[in-house]
């Protein structure tokens, strides 16, 4: 039984660094033929903010910056991140409103949409690829096409991906107008909007070749989103079926995502315990507990986790628990090292801040944050494998639970 599913994701694209904002005036004055040095000019009389420095600055700003002056909105943005970045931590950062209402649809694995990838080329062109029986695909767009127009409006020659996925995104049931170049051909298509899935997981058996009657349960989590826990216990059922004898997690190049959706996926294969633990810093370490609904009990089949640099945060979790509690094996390359809490805080605009308000610690209360887990078994994955069609993590990671069948 085979259930690959497409995993994509019509923008990979959420922000996590922050910008310095900075304004000030700088006058040079030549002391020549009896001249006095040049004052800054009074600045003109705008509405106050609370902050009466700022408001010194941005009149002198006003009134001499030879470009254009950003908008209010822009300067408070601005403003903050400023006031951000000097708390030291890259993870505690403004989100705008278009980026946020993306990364919402992206945890909850759900949106309303046209069903296409979208990314950018080396030019700068924002490229789409159709989901399979997708709208977008039904419409006529092929992948391949360049995006240049959505209903009244003409992309510029950069445009920015998060304001174009805003723009695509809408309601299911509406229409949306795409204009594309295909080739040298301008081409004009009407799309209805629907509800569009962006499973976090696939699946699929492995038959293992040297071993023959070995099965091997693939589980691929992409990053834990709202589905993440329902999915894997679908997968963990259909793989069990089809006669699976191990398990292989392939966390590889997870950025992370849900708290609970990590301690759902980590409590399937751990008969009790703790999870994982939080620390502030000036209360009592909080322990998450092994959890699961009340008719569903853990796997206890061999298990292995790939695991590489782009592995983070909530993915951490479940590697760093699996492997303290000697549920199973680690194996690629050492994690990226992101296990700080962020809590998350919608502002009145739609924008958000997320502001790092603990750390996360493994069950043997190991800290992650900076320093990421080493895996029980190194295999680096050279870069030209993919191309080739080969992946010796994966290969090893079979190996290794062939060893314990």
Known sequence: MNKNRVFGIAVAALLWSAFLFGAGWMGRSLLAG??????????TSYPATTNPLLDEV??????????AIPSDTVRNYGVIRGALSSLND???????PQPRAVEKDHMRGQFGGIGVDIRVDDFGHIVMTPHKDSPAQKAGILPGDIL??????????????NEVAAHVRGNP??????????????????????NIDVPSTDWHIITDTIKPGFFIGYIGIHQFTERTGAEVKQALSELKQAGSQAYLIDLRDNGGGLLNAAV???????NDGVVLYERKHDQADVAFPVTRDSAAGAYR??????INGNTASASEIVAGAIQ?????????????????????YDLSDGSSVHITSAKWLTPNKRAIDGVGLTPDIAVVRAANEANDGKDSQLDRAMAALREQK
Do not use: C
């Not at 040298?184 to 209805?192: I, K, T």
């Not at 759902?264 to 751990?270: K, M, N």
């Open 264 to 270: 759902d996926v980590t409590s399937r294969f751990l």
């Open 173 to 194: 049931g509406t229409a949306v107008h795409i204009r594309v170049l295909r080739a040298d051909q301008r081409m004009e298509f009407v799309v209805n909007r629907a």
């Open 324 to 344: 303290d509690t000697g549920r199973g094996k680690l194996i690629g390359e050492k994690s990226f090292g992101k296990g700080s809490v962020q809590s998350i």
């Open 58 to 67: 941005w009149g002198h700003v006003r009134e001499s910056f030879v470009g």
């Open 34 to 43: 009896g001249e006095s040095p040049r004052r800054p000019p009074a600045p």
């Open 148 to 161: 240049i127009g959505i209903d009244d409006l003409d992309l510029p020659d950069k445009p920015d991906l």
């Open 90 to 96: 890259r993870w505690t950062i403004l989100v705008e």
């Open 301 to 306: 089949e061999p298990i292995v986790v790939l």
